[in-house]
């Protein structure tokens, strides 16, 4: 008798099983993005700044402990090493309730701190980015470090007397600095980066460095701040040579931009929003592989109290409107007048709070 011949057919693989697989390996690919993601992001320093209600403020026990503040200052700049952001625990963040949902202000700034261990010093470059997911578009604020404010946490705490915006940083650390441009300036701010001058010139050449358009008269006065930072940073950076549109490293446009004696602190906050316009611009025209790789080598150099989420949300957000970015600088000219001793701005407050909400929400926010 013969053997019965094998005649089953084959199974089919049916239209649900491809589906599933299809699931399953975007899945998969979500998956591995998210993980890498948050490894990569999971690598920048993110300090624990609490932020409580205003009823909460005056109970709340604060620890001491020195994790509050982050940074690497047991290695100098010239190592690799990064100023730590101040975090005084007796000036928390105070909670502040989003204006509008579309537009989130963040307060990145600089410190004048002349090494790792210079942290309890004043804030220098100080700009607040509005980005508006709606509207695609970043807004770039400056304030000035002289503008005359009320220094305080609380309305019930604040100084009864006008003092510099640039001492709230240095007398209660980041927390009294956002509470008083809040408070001053009816903001919402909850959410900072903060960098020192090394670390911003390496995040800018990463890029490859921006194109800016430097003076003749420039040249001298940028050069002097050059050879100042040459002394502090691991990779000196030559001094600049002739005026012109130029392809300038990380440190030559930091710089450029902290030239203080060739004008005014006007132009110079105009210089530091054409050096944060440059490096946004150079990032947008990175393709999405080029963009992670930036992200993944800027880790460990600027310190943020958003965690993994707030920070790809906010990058997610901001990609909309690199290309439509605004400038305004506060006080606005003809807003403010000028004491002499100390020298201060003393500023219309009422006109500029209202000029500048309306520069930010464009009246959305009423």
């Not at 210079?118 to 578009?137: E, F, G, L, P």
């Not at 003393?346 to 500048?356: A, F, G, K």
Request: aromatic residues 8%.
């Amino acid at each position: 008798m013969s053997k019965k011949q094998n005649t089953a057919t084959p199974r089919k693989t049916s239209w649900k099983q491809i589906f599933l697989r299809f699931i399953c390996a975007i899945l998969g690919l979500a998956i591995g993005c998210t993980l890498y993601i948050y490894k990569v992001l999971g690598g920048f320093k993110y300090v624990v700044t609490p932020i409580v209600s205003e009823q909460e403020y005056d109970t709340l026990e604060l620890s001491t402990d020195s994790s509050l503040t982050g940074g690497d200052v047991d290695s100098s700049w010239a190592d690799g090493g990064h100023t730590r952001v101040y975090v005084d625990p007796a000036h928390p963040i105070i909670e502040v309730k989003q204006k509008d949902k579309n537009v989130e202000n963040i307060l990145v700034f600089g410190v004048d701190s002349r090494g790792s261990d210079d942290y309890q010093c004043r804030s220098d470059a100080m700009m607040i980015v509005s980005i508006n997911k709606k509207a695609n578009t970043i807004k770039l604020v400056s304030l000035m470090r002289d503008t005359g404010v009320y220094i305080g946490d609380t309305k019930d705490t604040q100084s009864s007397s006008l003092d510099k915006l640039t001492h709230a940083y240095a007398y209660g650390g980041v927390g009294l600095m956002i509470n008083t441009i809040n408070l001053n300036f009816d903001l919402d701010i909850q959410r900072f980066v903060m960098l020192d001058f090394g670390s911003a010139a390496d995040v800018i050449d990463l890029v490859g460095g921006v194109d800016i358009d430097v003076s003749p008269d420039e040249v001298k006065y940028a050069n002097y701040v050059i050879t100042e930072m040459n002394t502090l940073v691991k990779d000196p950076a030559p001094l600049l040579t002739t005026g012109g549109t130029q392809t300038l490293s990380g440190v030559q446009a930091i710089g450029w931009s902290r030239i203080r004696y060739l004008d005014s602190d006007f132009v110079r906050t105009s210089r530091q929003r054409t050096v944060a316009t440059a490096l946004i611009a150079k990032v947008s025209e990175m393709n999405y592989l080029q963009q992670m790789a930036l992200v993944e080598d800027s880790t460990g150099m600027f310190e943020t109290n958003m965690q993994t989420l707030d920070l790809a949300r906010v990058g997610l957000d901001g990609m909309g409107g690199a290309k439509n970015i605004e400038e305004y600088r506060l006080p606005e000219d003809n807003l403010y007048t000028v004491q002499d001793n100390p020298w201060m701005m003393i500023v219309d407050m009422d006109t500029q709070v209202e000029r500048l909400h309306d520069f930010i929400w464009g009246g959305e926010n009423e």
